[in-house]
């Protein structure tokens, strides 16, 4: 059974730019959280889609942005790069139940 | 006070000792708990999950809930080299019971000394 897949895993952007990441679950998991690690902060939970809808929302401000399709993938944008968004970003797919599979991650460098 | 708060550590232990990390959480009403164990350079990776009171085994991994108190436990037997990571607590609060948004500690670093 396959896992959950980031692409891309590596990503060098300069401030002000905006940038997507992608995320495919499980097959079956209709739920996609996003999360952001940084050294300071840890695990910190972004938004979760289940069904195509947002249905949890963390505290990050509007610049993160997220989506999910009918087919379950999911995608997360950061408009206006700050240096301050410079992390690792997990996605983690569940069926909706709680426990939460992660993805390898995307670890996004800001210059 | 943080929602879930974890001893950053590190625990350093000699293999084959047990290894003993705890987690304590602020919101009474949460029901599911998972402990994730996460190496560096890697993603977390889920080991354990428990939804009631007691203990719950798997192999050599004990999680401990004790809602009363607020805490959650998970016991490491037999340590060895190959457990020394970063292990992290999450909780689904109550006000998002089974869905997919946890809340994470700031996770135990586990040093397993040969």
């Known amino acids: 059974k396959a896992g959950v897949t980031q692409t891309p895993r590596y990503l060098i952007k300069t401030r002000g730019q905006q940038v997507t990441l992608s995320c495919s679950p499980i097959?079956?998991?209709?739920?996609v959280s996003w999360y952001q690690q940084t050294p300071g902060q840890g695990l910190q939970f972004l938004f979760e889609y289940f069904s195509e809808t947002q249905r949890n929302k963390g505290n990050f401000p509007g610049r993160f942005s997220g989506r999910q399709f009918s087919n379950s993938r999911s995608e997360m944008n950061v408009s206006t790069l700050e240096l301050g968004d410079s992390a690792l970003y997990l996605c983690?797919?569940?069926?909706?139940?709680?426990?939460?599979?992660f993805g390898q991650g995307t670890r996004l460098t800001v210059v | 006070q943080k929602e879930v708060e974890q001893n950053s550590g590190p625990l350093s232990v000699p293999e084959g000792a047990i290894a003993s990390l705890n987690c304590t959480y602020s919101d009474r009403g949460s029901q599911s708990f998972f402990w994730y164990r996460q190496y560096s350079g890697k993603s977390p990776e889920l080991i354990m999950s428990?939804?009631?009171?007691g203990d719950k085994e798997d192999g050599r991994f004990t999680a401990q809930l004790n809602k009363a108190s607020q805490y959650v436990s998970l016991l490491i037997r037999d340590s060895q080299p190959s457990d020394s990571a970063t292990y992290l607590c999450a909780v689904n609060l109550a006000g998002s019971s089974n869905t997919g948004k946890l809340i994470f500690g700031q996770g135990t670093t586990l040093q397993v000394k040969p």
């Open positions: 428990i939804y009631s009171n």
């Open positions: 983690a797919s569940s069926r909706g139940t709680g426990e939460a599979f």
């Open positions: 097959s079956g998991h209709r739920s």
